[in-house]
């Protein structure tokens, strides 16, 4: 690879991982609701997760779309039903002020398992592999993986840190609850680009 290629890898990781999206906004809201200690397993399975999937994306699964196209509509709606499912459980989830055992943050294999169903995720993957790793070779795709790893943990980080310093402004149950909301109904905005696609 290419010392030009590999800057626009790097670059293109930075971009993808730094805007919002759905493991983006559910970290925020899981930094303001549980704190960065707490989220650390999420954080590790998305960053994680992703770099799996990217890298069995690159040797071959790609391939499984190509065949079977049927297969890419399943996954999309797949994606649509569990962001629904995930935006309703971050409008209702209960404050931690006023309850020590009302909700959790995602698990290292919950976070890693919704890489799968994660629309940005997906064109991410498929886009870092076609985009930057054309010969698909398993040493390309490796550098391929590892970049994106080294710039998605300390990006998708950075949201769990501004959701945990939001916490002082979220400290009434009401306007946490406001929060919750607004995360869920970007959560379900995320899914736009998704729907009409």
Same mark, same amino acid.
């Given at each position: 690879m290419t010392y030009e290629l590999l800057t626009a890898l790097a670059a293109f990781a930075l971009v993808s991982s730094i805007t919002p999206g759905p493991n983006n906004l559910m970290l925020m809201a899981s930094g303001a609701n549980f704190g960065f200690r707490r989220t650390v397993p999420h954080i590790l399975g998305v960053a994680l997760g992703f770099v799996f999937m990217l890298s069995l994306v690159g040797v071959g699964? =790609?391939?499984v779309f190509d !065949?079977? @196209? &049927?297969?890419y509509t399943v996954l999309k709606g797949a994606n649509v039903l569990y962001l629904m499912h995930l935006a309703f459980k #971050?409008?209702?989830?209960? @404050?931690?002020?006023?309850?020590n055992h009302g909700g959790r943050p995602l698990t290292f294999l919950q976070a890693a398992l919704?890489?799968? =169903?994660n629309p940005k995720g997906w064109a991410m993957a498929l886009t870092a592999v076609t985009g930057y790793a054309p010969s698909q +070779? @398993? !040493? &390309? #795709?490796?550098? &391929?993986?590892? =970049?994106? $790893? !080294? #710039?998605?943990? @300390? +990006? &998708?980080?950075?949201?769990?840190?501004? $959701?945990?310093?939001?916490?002082g402004v979220l400290s009434s149950p009401r306007r946490l609850r406001a929060f919750n909301f607004t995360m869920a109904a970007l959560l379900i905005g995320s899914l736009y680009p998704v729907l009409m696609d």
């Open positions: 699964l =790609v391939r !065949a079977y @196209p &049927v297969s #971050i409008a209702t989830s209960a @404050p931690m002020l006023t309850t919704f890489q799968w =169903v +070779s @398993p !040493a &390309v #795709i490796a550098i &391929v993986a590892l =970049v994106f $790893g !080294a #710039i998605n943990l @300390p +990006s &998708v980080s950075s949201w769990t840190l501004m $959701g945990q310093r939001i916490q």
